[in-house]
């Protein structure tokens, strides 16, 4: 059974540097793509930053380009999000996902199969 264990959330202020990590078991990591996604309340999943597994090629959101970075551990098999100069809008629920492929960028939440928790992040100005 697939599951993905998220943490690293919290409260920050602007400016601060969070990061989320994404513990997977269950699962082993080939051609397939690891995302990040945000979702706030009454509004629909968005992708933040994606990665293909086995290749390394990343995409990243416009609003996150230069802040952020996503990262992957095969032998962890733990996925991470380091996000730096945190601002007050990027406050949401983000979680991790995996795509059984190498899928297009942007990143679809259709896209991706099995999918985290959800950890909160917080940033207060």
């Known amino acids: 059974q697939v599951q993905l264990v998220e943490s690293g959330g919290g409260s920050v202020q602007a400016g601060g540097s969070l990061r989320l990590s994404c513990a997977a078991s269950?699962?082993?990591?080939?051609?397939?793509?690891m995302g990040w996604f945000r979702q706030a309340p009454e509004k629909a999943r968005e992708g933040v930053a994606a990665?293909?597994?086995?290749?390394?090629?990343?995409y990243y959101a416009d609003f996150v380009k230069g802040r952020f970075t996503i990262s992957h551990d095969n032998v962890k098999n733990t996925a991470y999000l380091k996000m730096n100069s945190l601002k007050p809008e990027d406050t949401d629920m983000y979680y991790c996902?995996?795509?059984?492929?190498?899928?297009?960028?942007?990143?679809?939440?259709?896209?991706?199969?099995?999918w985290g928790q959800g950890t909160q992040v917080t940033v207060s100005s």
């Open positions: 269950g699962y082993n990591y080939g051609r397939s793509t």
């Open positions: 990665i293909r597994t086995g290749g390394g090629n990343t």
């Open positions: 996902a995996v795509a059984t492929a190498w899928r297009a960028y942007p990143p679809m939440a259709s896209d991706y199969r099995y």
